[in-house]
């Protein structure tokens, strides 16, 4: 089994690329982005939690995440591998989720991490705003605040992974086959 966290801070191109990745080495791609929105528009207990503390602009805690993060894993028992796509974010998620795997008789294999400019970041997602109307997407002051975030909170996860020699640093700049191209070259590694 091939587990991948694929890392990177908002605008990288994980889920772009998770996407393209799943089908060639046969992995659930799952997105904690998407893992939410599910569990929120079916309404189940764990949705309506999550959005309880989203409504109120607070981050989801790590024990709701890390059990929605686990039901979605269930949901696909027969998996030859994940690529895990914004999970995890804490040191906490990542040792729960190493927990977790351990205890499916499974690891994760590797944290591969797409490595942008922040100005191309913005670049990106003031774009990515144009096109999909996310308003999140729309403002370069919110935009730069939650590169900045991602920095204070979830960069700290390289060194989690270095000191396991499970990171990863792939050139997320350049052409969408590019950086895929350069993605295929690590996972085959691992």
């Known amino acids: 089994m091939k587990n991948i966290v694929l890392f990177g801070p908002p605008g990288a191109g994980k889920g772009t690329q998770a996407n393209l990745l799943k089908d060639r080495f046969n992995l659930v791609h799952i997105s904690t982005g998407d893992v939410f929105r599910k569990n929120i528009k079916e309404g189940t207990e764990l949705g309506t939690l999550a959005q309880s503390y989203m409504s109120q602009g607070h981050l989801v805690p790590d024990?709701?995440?890390i059990k929605?993060?686990?039901?979605?894993?269930?949901?696909n028992p027969q998996a030859e591998g994940f690529i895990f796509d914004?999970?995890?974010?804490?040191?906490?998620?990542a040792k729960a989720l190493e927990t977790f795997m351990t205890q499916m008789g499974s690891q994760i294999n590797a944290m591969v991490a797409l490595e942008v400019a922040d100005?191309?970041?913005?670049?990106?997602l003031l774009e990515r705003g144009k096109a999909?109307?996310?308003?999140?997407?729309?403002n370069e002051?919110?935009?730069?605040?939650r590169i900045a975030e991602y920095y204070r909170k979830t960069d700290i996860l390289k060194g989690h992974y270095q000191s396991q020699n499970k990171y990863h640093g792939v050139d997320g700049v350049g052409g969408i086959q590019d950086i895929t191209g350069r993605l295929i070259s690590v996972f085959e590694l691992l």
């Open 68 to 75: 929605m993060l686990e039901s979605e894993v269930a949901l």
């Open 86 to 93: 914004g999970f995890p974010r804490t040191e906490a998620q």
């Open 119 to 124: 100005a191309i970041l913005v670049e990106r």
């Open 141 to 145: 002051v919110v935009i730069k605040e």
């Open 132 to 138: 999909s109307g996310r308003a999140d997407d729309a």
């Open 63 to 65: 024990d709701v995440t």
